[in-house]
């Protein structure tokens, strides 16, 4: 139905026959009379329409039905700090006894070159379940499946699942002999679910690469997975990398001499690369390069934290080596341990590693090794790539004199192993420091592998217990770590446990890591669903960043108590307005974590309505107004989604969902239910359906709609045929426009969402107008409510034309007529987009941002301060990924590469790589794959081809009170005059300037407002003011009994296997034998 069409002859306004020449611009005084003019009738028609002074002295007479409740903001912190500390004890303690049982499992077990068919079974996560896979494969079990709700995925509680990284092979023996002993853990996993039915996933990560969870689930779901080539490895998991060593400072040193050219070259960028990759945001890293000099890859002159943008800059900057020169080993050291050793910038301030990429050489530095690093605090560790004939044993002096280890890269295959073996070296003072290094660590946010959705994950460290023997020391304790254990915790666990429907829709919890990163906060809403892109959104990025804020981050991740007002800018639900707002901080820490929990609450909401309805909660007075039956008398009531009841099913329809909810309320007991919640939204039932009925005795022109939304979760619109139109959040804590208001005292005019795709609009666009119901109770302030009514277009524009015309004119303006050729008229809202105009071509654009439509206007209102702006950086968006004509040809999954990647070392080393060459291989054995691949792809959500990116967005609003503004936009060979007067107690601004169509010469690009692909800021910038940040309290780097040995890693057995018959090896297409490697 075309509920804000009127006839046509409302459009019929009075023209002035021929027109008036425009000689004489109307003065500031006669455009304020106009002004004053629009909003006296604006005003008038909104308080008469919507009767929010009625709906004020409807709650004051039922005073009787609630009562006002005060939230301590400093108990609730307490309270919500206290429950999170309980929930994640309770996890520590079953963390706990799986390590505990993990060493005894190794200690118990017996090591075997060969077992018998039956001695191991395992369910292999990465089995077709389409397919019986475990027919005619050693050692595999299939378990029985089941829909689980509690991990929205199929589980089976009676098993483990067990994933082996692609590259490496299943049937080696020290994977058999991992398989072996870690089927223990299933009874100790299963009986800690027995414990606690709430436990989510309890993972064992292994140093070898294999990770056995509970319960058993598949790894991938071909419906939701665009590609089944699997590159998951845990040892590259952020919780694994956090629980296996201490934090990092590290200096990579590149070899850039004129021997490291081609392959070699390329094979280091890629190591490199991946390198990068083992680092979390605990760690600290630069990259350098060298020969006879030694300069910066990118453009840091010091460590930086290794995020993701800084990460992602040094891998760019690190494919722009060139090579050349001589190598002087001498010079690279000097330089790297004066990195390490610079004492005024951040820091991991723990473990200290030099990463020495080269191909050899005769030099062994010994003279600068000496003179650094005679007390061994620096570890050093060696990387001999490519193939050649250079003597190895220089650079294998260098890490075994420094406590490090040597390694060799001869081809792509040793890649991703040995740059990651590093960190059993770095986990040896930690299994020296036994009990102390005992300690759960909690990480940051991130998505789960899974499909759980973000989590957080307890780590505590497995080490290995046996006795070691050998010629140097004799019997010793033996030095490896064995992996790390995890349990993860679902953040909506967590804000279950922050109470929300009492502080209001714009209160809120958030906390933060030491990191100053959030993992609780209602902008926290990563749209990218890929798991291996990580979670990091700074407190200072999730909102709008000023100098109390900065101080109140470094409190919290200090972890003390404390409390601040602030007059703050907020930005909206739909990001399109800012407004200015007070909010009240109180943070207190988590006991038992390093977190750091907080409460944001504006005024307003430091007191709420609590309903006592009592036996009278089922009374038909409020519950017959929600009937379906009565929306003709009582408007189309949407209720929000809120789990009012525990066996209340969510419906996306909400008729239906309100359907359910009075059918279920009239025949289940209240202690089924929120009492709280229920009760609330009754008693707003029949509150407003006292407004609805003063509505029903009046009529009011212009109005398409009335509505009135409140805190409890009803939303009335009236009359019921408006609802057609009706397109806000029916959650009114999730609804842009309700929060707003919220914010602000006066009335806000909301212009719809433009239509960018250039459709044709189903109906003509109306104006929403809304505002803040005030209750004071005892010197209270609250703000139960919000009123307003949707603006017909064609009454406003007549009412907006007759208000500025003049009669009898001759030399001046005659107002602001229809389609005035010498004229622009147009009414803006506070965030610069447009509401209303004289000229038709512009009404089909309202709701556009004006900078679109007249940018040069625009531009100078932000230069006279009518505007002001605020750009915003959104970390969390997603991108389409750049074109590639290469593989515009095929299927999105299918990527076929050209000879130029063949010949690359660097391709043959990517994910692409790894891709086309399991698609080729297992195309050859199973032809059907590829087809099936294309035909599942139908079936998968085009987010999961889009790419992380960065996004940038520009809000506008009004900074200060002037109301007049005027000024000349000259344009060089012409000029056009405008003067705007603001709209009081609006957020409205009335411009009148000379026709856009006058002076067409200085016509810049649009101002965009819109959000858009940015680079961010810059990140060499922010390096050299980095944000305050705090590492673990506890660090193990060195311990005086850590003497490890230098064999070669026993990723080298493979790495010199072609990339084909590498991956022959890890598909356990071709078996090879394999020993293990002990490190004392």
């Known amino acids: 139905m075309d509920t804000c069409r009127v006839p046509a002859w409302v459009f019929l306004v009075l023209v002035w026959q021929g ?125 029985d499946f089941k829909e689980d709700a509690s991990f929205r995925r199929l589980t089976d509680h009676n098993h483990t699942a067990v994933h082996i990284p692609t590259d490496i092979y299943d049937g080696s023996t020290i994977v058999l002999n991992e398989l072996n002993w870690t089927e223990a853990l299933e009874d100790v996993f299963r ?101 006879t000099r030694v300069k910066k890859t990118a453009c840091f002159d010091h460590l930086v934290q290794a995020n993701v943008r800084n990460k992602k800059l040094l891998k760019d900057a690190v494919q722009n080596i060139t090579a050349k020169g001589i190598t002087n080993y001498t010079k690279g ?77 001869p081809s792509i295959g040793a890649i991703r192993i040995n740059t990651q073996e590093y960190l059993d070296v770095l986990g040896r003072p930690m299994v020296l420091a036994d009990k102390q290094a ?29 006795m070691t023997v050998d010629e140097r020391h004799g019997e010793h304790q033996n030095q490896l770590i064995l992996g790390v254990m995890g349990i993860d915790v679902s953040l909506d666990d967590i804000k279950k446990l922050t109470p929300r429907f009492t502080i209001g829709p714009n209160g809120y919890y958030f906390a933060i890591d030491p990191n100053g990163y959030v993992l609780l906060h209602p902008n926290l809403q990563p749209k990218n669903p890929k798991f291996q892109e990580p979670v990091t959104l700074d407190l200072l990025d999730a909102e709008l960043e000023n100098d109390i804020k900065v101080e109140i981050r470094k409190m919290m991740i200090d972890g003390e108590i404390g409390e601040r007002t602030i007059d703050t800018l907020v930005k909206t639900q739909d990001e399109r307005y800012i407004d200015r707002g007070i909010r009240t901080y109180t943070w207190a820490p988590v006991n038992g974590t390093d977190y750091s929990l907080a409460l944001a609450l504006p005024k307003y909401s430091e007191h709420f309505i609590q309903a006592k309805l009592g ?83 009046q009529s009011v022109d212009g109005i398409v709609a009335r509505f009135v939304a409140t805190d409890g979760g009803i939303t009335r619109v009236y009359p019921r045929s408006a609802a057609e139109e009706w397109s806000e959040n029916h959650e009114t804590y999730e609804s842009s426009f309700y929060k707003r208001t919220l914010d602000n005292e006066i009335y806000i005019f909301t212009a719809p969402a433009f239509n960018t795709e250039g459709r044709e609009p189903v109906s003509e666009p109306c104006i929403l107008v809304s505002k803040a119901v005030d209750l004071t109770i005892d010197k209270v302030t609250l703000k139960p409510a919000v009123v307003g009514v949707k603006l017909n277009i064609s009454f ?47 009404i089909s654009l309202i709701g556009q941002f004006f900078g679109e439509v007249d940018p040069v206007l625009m531009i100078n209102l932000v230069n006279t301060s009518l505007y002001s702006f605020n750009k915003t950086y959104d970390y969390q968006s997603v991108c389409d990924p750049e074109k590639d004509s290469k593989a515009a040809a095929g299927p999105r999954s299918v990527y076929v590469p050209t000879i130029a990647d063949l010949l690359s070392v660097g391709w043959w080393a990517s994910t692409a790589a790894w891709s086309i060459l399991q698609q080729l291989i297992y195309g050859l054995i199973f032809p059907n794959l590829l087809e099936a691949v294309e035909s599942a792809e139908e079936e998968i959500s085009d987010a999961m081809f889009k790419e992380s990116c960065i996004t940038e967005q520009t809000q506008y609003f009004f900074d200060n009170d002037e109301r007049s503004y005027s000024g000349v936009l000259d344009c060089g060979n012409c000029s056009r005059m405008y003067r705007g007067e603001k709209l009081p107690n609006t957020n409205l601004v009335f411009l009148i300037t000379d026709a856009k169509a006058t002076c067409l010469s200085c016509d810049p690009r649009p101002l965009r407002q819109a959000e858009q692909p940015s680079e961010g800021p810059d990140p060499c910038e922010l390096a ?42 890890s598909s356990g297409l071709v078996s090879v034998g394999a020993s293990p490697l002990i490190l004392p």
Not at 451 to 462: A, C, D, H, M
Not at 641 to 661: A, G, I, M, V
Request: charged share 25%.
């Open 615 to 697: 036996e009278d909660m089922k009374e038909a007075m409020s519950m017959e107004t929600m009937q379906l039956d009565r929306f003709d008398e009582f408007g189309h009531t949407y209720i929000a989604p809120r789990e009012y009841c525990k066996e209340l099913k969510l419906s996306l329809n909400n008729t239906q969902f309100l359907l359910d909810f009075n059918q279920f309320i009239e025949r289940t007991p209240p202690e089924a239910c929120n009492v709280s919640l229920v009760s609330r939204l009754i008693l707003d039932a029949g509150l407003t359906a006292e407004l609805v009925q003063l509505w029903n005795e």
């Open 191 to 291: 009986k800690n679910r027995e414990d606690d039915p709430t436990l989510l996933w309890q993972v064992f990560g292994s140093a070898t690469g294999l990770a056995r969870y509970f319960p058993a689930s598949p790894w991938m779901d071909a419906r939701k997975t665009p590609s089944k080539i699997d590159l998951y490895d845990v040892r590259r998991r952020p919780w694994y990398i956090q629980g296996a060593a201490s934090p990092k400072d590290m200096l990579i040193l590149v070899d850039a001499s004129g021997s490291v050219s081609g392959l070699t070259l390329k094979l280091i960028r890629t190591s490199v690369s991946e390198m990068l990759e083992t680092l979390s945001d605990d760690d600290y890293v630069n990259v350098v390069y060298f020969n």
């Open 333 to 409: 050291f000097e330089f790297a341990f004066e990195q390490l050793s610079v004492k005024n910038v951040s820091r991991a301030n723990c473990n200290k590693i030099i990463m020495l990429f080269t191909d050899g050489g005769e030099e062994r530095a010994q003279a600068i090794l000496e003179k650094y690093n005679a007390d061994k605090k620096v570890r050093i560790f060696t990387f001999s790539v490519g193939q050649h004939n250079y003597d190895k044993g220089p650079i294998q002096w260098m890490a075994c004199s420094n406590k490090g280890y040597f390694y060799e890269i």
């Open 438 to 466: 005992k300690q759960i660590q909690w990480t940051n946010v991130y998505l789960d592998a899974l499909e759980l959705g973000l989590v957080i994950t307890g780590t505590l460290p497995v080490f290995n217990r046996t």
């Open 796 to 842: 406003w524009m007549n009412s907006f034309m007759n208000a500025t015309l003049k009669l009898n004119c001759k030399d001046e303006i005659c107002g602001c007529l229809k389609n005035d050729k010498h004229v622009d008229c147009v009414i803006l809202d506070d965030g610069g987009f447009l509401l209303m105009s004289n000229q038709d071509e512009y």
């Open 1024 to 1065: 050299q003011n980095p944000r305050y940040r705090k590492g673990p309290d506890a660090c193990f780097d060195n311990n005086e009994n850590d003497e490890p040995l230098c064999p070669i890693s026993r990723g080298s057995a493979l790495s010199s296997a072609p990339p084909v018959l590498f991956l022959l090896l």
């Open 19 to 143: 027109g008036c020449l425009a000689s004489q611009f109307p003065t500031q005084l006669m455009i304020k009379e106009w002004v004053d003019q629009m909003q006296k009738e604006l005003v008038t028609l909104a308080d008469t329409a919507t009767g929010g002074m009625s709906l004020t002295q409807i709650f004051l007479r039922n005073q009787h039905l609630y009562s006002v409740e005060q939230n301590d903001a400093e108990e609730l912190v307490a309270r919500a700090a206290r429950n999170i500390e309980q929930l994640l004890r309770k996890r520590s303690a079953a963390l706990k006894k799986l390590a505990a049982a993990a060493e005894q499992f190794q200690v118990d077990h017996t090591w075997k070159d060969e077992f018998e068919d039956d001695e191991i079974s395992y369910y292999n996560s990465k089995d077709n379940l389409d397919a019986n896979e475990t027919e005619g494969k050693k050692y595999r079990l299939r378990p």
